[in-house]
Every structure is written in structure tokens, then in C-alpha cells.
């Protein structure tokens, strides 16, 4: 297994399979992109594949997301999904996405065993998603949000970060169109994730105003602790809607920021360059591509895998004085 010295214990791992995007969002990266990895230094399929199964079969792993920057734009990625899919034992596969080309890869996903996806919307606006992406393509994805509905990938989750003074006043639409879909809406606060390093908390809308917009329009009902569990989004159930099983409707929000929930953490991270990251905010990383190229056998890389975790630190520490921002930004990290 993979445990920390404060006895958290890994069982999702977040794997980036590009730094790539096809979009240019203003709190992400900068107009004219960033510079992307080496195609050298990208994993292969063969070596995402290895060290997936590495952490299935020897390190208790039972998720595994898939991430990038955009990673449906990776060649092949159903091929990877199936072959992931295929492992003993079985982990769940998700994937994070922006949705721009999901309609059309919705139903070869799922039939290559993917279990469920997010899409990023920050905005029902077009005009506003094009301001917010740099990029005319707010269609397609609700075009691919129809299409995972379609293909049985529910409940399809819905990311957005609201931002101050741009699309904070769409809160309670946002959550409504949510609902009305049968989708779950999960509002991010904003991180210090920022190619740019321009974020700043005074402009991020917290979790305490994103709540009390959405109660001015909704009935919420807290779930509680014992239903978050490890899951980093607080959730409510709405009153009067349901999922399309029949379910109680919910929204989450995840409070990086004002709420951390550090404590019961059980995330590892991959970049697609085969870094070992224990921490979204984490300053250092462990190479696990050296030793994979270099012949290392299974064993020592979950030793390595191992030894590299227990390093995770009790917190992200944003907010405290001796905080400082990765230096790689959100598209390069995975989420």
C-alpha cells in the first residue's frame, strides 16, 4: 500500500496522459500557450499501462483518473482506457475533461471500460466561454456532455470555477441547467494553479459565498462526513429535484482554499512525463521514468513508489506565510 508517515493511505491515482489543451483558459496558461513536453519525454502507452498495473497490483490503487492538460486529445485513448480496464484487479477509470471532443469519443470510451467522467463549464454564456477559453467552442462541449449523458457514463459531474466579476452571477443557473440535465455540478474555488502566477485570494469567490448564492434559489440539506468519506467535495442534496436513478439530487463544492481536507486525502499523482507528485501543490516530484527506462524491475518501482510517498506532507499549506506556488502550472500537473 501506499502510506504516508500520518497513516493516509493512497487509493486514487490521478495519471496525466498529456500536457497538452485545445483550449486557452485565462486562468490556466496564457494566450499563446505554454511550452509543451518533448514528445521523448511523454510516457508511452506500454509505460502508463506499467506503472498503472504496478500500483493496481502491488500498491492497492482502486481508482485511476485520467487527466492532462486535455487528455482526449492523446491518440488512442480508448486503446488505453481498455487496456487499463484490463487489469486484475479491475480499477474504476474516470476522466477529467474540458468535453470539447467528448461527443465523439463518449461511446468509444465507454465501451473500453470507462467508468465515469467530469467536464469543465465555467459558463452557459458562448460569448463568455469564448472570453474565458480563448477559443469558439462552448457547442461542442455541451454537444459532449449530451453525448456521455447518452452513452450511460452518468452521473456526469460537472467542474466550474466561478471567478469574481466574470461568471459568479451564474451560479444558481449553472446548478439549475445541472439539475435539469441530470448532471452533478461541483464548484471548485479557484487555485493557485495558474501558468501566469497571477492568482489572488482576494478575487477567488469562496465556498461560503458560492453556498450562499445557491441557498438564496435552493433548498440545500447537507450530507455530512460520513458521506464525503475521502471525496474532496463537501455535497448537498437539493430538494426537490432527483438524478435520473432516482437518487437525490446533489451539488458539491470543493474548498481547496478556505476548507482544506488534507487530512483525509488519498490522492497520487502522475504526470505525463512519469513524475510521482503526492500533492496538487507540491514543490518536489519523484521520476519514475528513469528507472522504468532504465530496466528497473516491478518491484523496485512500487519500492520506489513507496519510499517517494512517505514524504507527503501533512498539508498544501496555501494560505500560510512560507507558501509558494508550483512551478508547474495545472495543465502540466494533472488534476
Known sequence: ????????????????????????????????????????????????????????ERLGIREVRLTGGEPLIRPGLPGLVERMAGLTPRPRLS??????????LAAPLVAAGLDRVNVSLDTL?????????????????????????????????????????INDHEAADLLRWSLERGCELRFIEQMPLDAQHGWDRE??????????????????????ADARGTAPAETWLVTGYRAPNGDPARVGVIASVTRPFCGDCDRVRLT??????????AREESDLRAPL?????????AERWRIAFLGKKAGAGIGEPDFVQPMRPMSAIGG
Open 1 to 56: 500500500m501506499l502510506v504516508d508517515r500520518f497513516g493516509r493511505t493512497a487509493t486514487d491515482l490521478r495519471v496525466s496522459v498529456t500536457d497538452k489543451c485545445d483550449l486557452r483558459c485565462t486562468y490556466c496558461m496564457p494566450a499563446e500557450g505554454l511550452p509543451w513536453l518533448p514528445r521523448e519525454e511523454v510516457l508511452s502507452d506500454d509505460e502508463l499501462v506499467r506503472l498503472v498495473r504496478i500500483g493496481v
Open 293 to 301: 527506462r532504465d530496466g528497473a524491475d516491478d518491484a523496485e518501482i
Open 272 to 281: 505525463a512525463d512519469g513524475q510521482m507528485r503526492t500533492c496538487l501543490f
Open 125 to 165: 454564456d458562448p460569448q463568455l466561454f469564448r472570453s474565458l477559453t480563448r477559443r469558439d467552442r462552448h457547442d461542442r462541449v455541451i454537444a459532449g456532455i449530451d453525448a456521455a449523458l447518452a452513452a450511460g457514463l452518468g452521473p456526469v459531474k460537472i467542474n466550474t470555477v466561478l471567478m469574481r466579476g
Open 95 to 104: 476522466l477529467t475533461t474540458n468535453g470539447v471532443a467528448l461527443g465523439r
Open 203 to 224: 478575487k477567488m469567490v469562496t465556498a461560503e459565498e458560492i453556498l450562499e448564492r445557491l441557498s438564496a434559489e435552493f433548498d440545500l440539506v447537507p450530507e455530512g
